[in-house]
């Protein structure tokens, strides 16, 4: 057994990688920048944590949610590696900490936000670590035509200019060709081995429910049927988050709401709660669920529907990571789509970003409308051609089964091998 495998088997516990995972990993070894688009469940992490163990020197992560530096950093720890993390949450006893740390090589991975990654007195700490790699997770928010463009990503070219001898990865779970291409364009990426792997999550089952009067009832229903499950139910707002969770304990339904306007240790309190299983059910903002590695979610609900299907993908994904079968069910009602239609028109600044946004929103309505497969029309948004029809695993393929009802199976199902997508 060769090193790589041996770092995998040690701290990871596993005895083979995922498909694409040991091709990235080498490229890095090797100095070669690399973009991987990989689905939710797929193993990006060990696309970086494996090199970085491999070397002497400092894995340089960045990363665009604190809660996802929290938990990566937690696991990390508890696995005996040396991960640490600084971003605005950090105090000022644990910045000198991780800084004393760094000077005495005690750090193998280190999580750093986006702003912080691009400031002068960050670089000039970077200029004197000896970092082996440099990964941008969630790569997609560099991109105007991604569905969560964030303009501090766009300066994260600096780390390519001020370390060219540096492999980078950039990775994601949800980019279309044409964000493919201008994530490679705007980090500035030299001659990347490129890694799209399938997007289809066979155990995942899709249904779109048509939102009544008493869409709340709906939901209420919904849930007493998973009573013995994990889930997520997303809402499109702080107050709709806090709403629910109200109304569903006093349904005698357990939920906590989520969402970025929480004080930091109420929302680290129930992020712990959930993946300890202490509560079964969070209501939350698109805030939460981004690197929260729970594996045995087995439902997400979007109570409201969200602008483009690479959101929906990425956050329906938080369900049955560990391949088990879940569910994804969507609420609808022509009134979502008119909502954020005047939210694009109102917010975005630019014409260009709105035709963008136009064109994913009607996107996510057609998924919604259109009929036909769920499964067919995600996977050919995101250039994969699907051709095993019907899935069996959508309303519209299985249209006699109600969507929410919980399903049990025993046994490990056998997982058939991921499929290039094309593009």
Request: hydrophobic share 40%.
């Amino acid at each position: 057994m060769d090193r790589l495998h041996l770092i995998l088997e040690r701290y990871f516990g596993h005895t083979a990688f995922n498909p694409y995972q040991e091709e990235i990993i080498r490229d890095l070894l090797a100095g070669r920048d690399v973009l991987a688009v990989l689905a939710t469940g797929g193993g990006k992490s060990l696309c970086y944590q494996v090199p970085a163990l491999m070397g002497d020197g400092v894995a340089l992560v960045i990363s665009p949610l604190i809660a996802l530096m929290k938990d990566q950093v937690d696991d990390l720890q508890a696995r005996g590696i040396g991960a640490e993390a600084l971003n605005t949450a950090c105090s000022y006893a644990t910045t000198r900490r991780v800084l004393a740390d760094l000077e005495e090589n005690l750090v193998q991975v280190l999580y750093v936000s986006p702003e912080k990654a691009v400031g002068e007195d960050f670089l000039a700490l970077a200029a004197s670590l000896p970092i082996t790699l440099i990964a941008v997770d969630e790569a997609h928010c560099i991109s105007m035509w991604g569905h969560q463009f964030r303009p501090e990503y766009r300066s994260l070219a600096v780390l390519k200019e001020r370390f060219p001898a540096v492999p980078m990865v950039a990775l994601t779970a949800t980019a279309t060709p044409d964000v493919r291409e201008d994530i490679v364009r705007q980090l500035h990426l030299a001659e990347p081995s490129v890694y799209v792997g399938s997007f289809n999550r066979e155990n995942l089952r899709y249904a779109v429910v048509p939102k009544g009067e008493d869409a709340y009832g709906q939901l209420r229903d919904l849930l007493r049927r998973r009573r013995e499950d994990a889930g997520i139910v997303y809402a499109a707002t702080r107050g709709g988050t806090e709403t629910l969770a109200s109304r569903l304990r006093a349904d005698g339904i357990p939920a906590l709401p989520y969402h970025a306007g929480m004080a930091a240790a109420a929302r680290a309190e129930t992020q712990d709660r959930f993946i300890r299983g202490k509560v079964g059910l969070i209501c939350a903002t698109s805030a939460f669920g981004m690197g929260i590695d729970k594996p045995d979610v087995r439902f997400v609900v979007h109570y409201d529907m969200p602008k483009t299907l690479e959101a929906y993908y990425q956050e329906s994904g938080r369900a049955g990571r560990d391949g088990e079968l879940s569910d994804c069910i969507l609420f609808y009602h022509d009134d979502d789509a008119k909502r954020l239609r005047s939210l694009i028109d109102r917010d975005l600044p630019s014409e260009f970003q709105r035709e963008v946004a136009r064109a994913k929103l009607q996107s996510m309505v057609d998924y919604c409308t259109a009929g036909g497969c769920r499964r067919e029309r995600i996977l050919a948004y995101f250039g994969e051609r699907y051709d095993s029809l019907p899935c069996g695993g959508c309303d519209a393929c299985v249209p006699d089964r109600p969507a929410g009802k919980a399903r049990t199976r025993s046994g490990n199902r056998k997982r058939r091998a991921v499929r290039p997508a094309s593009g």
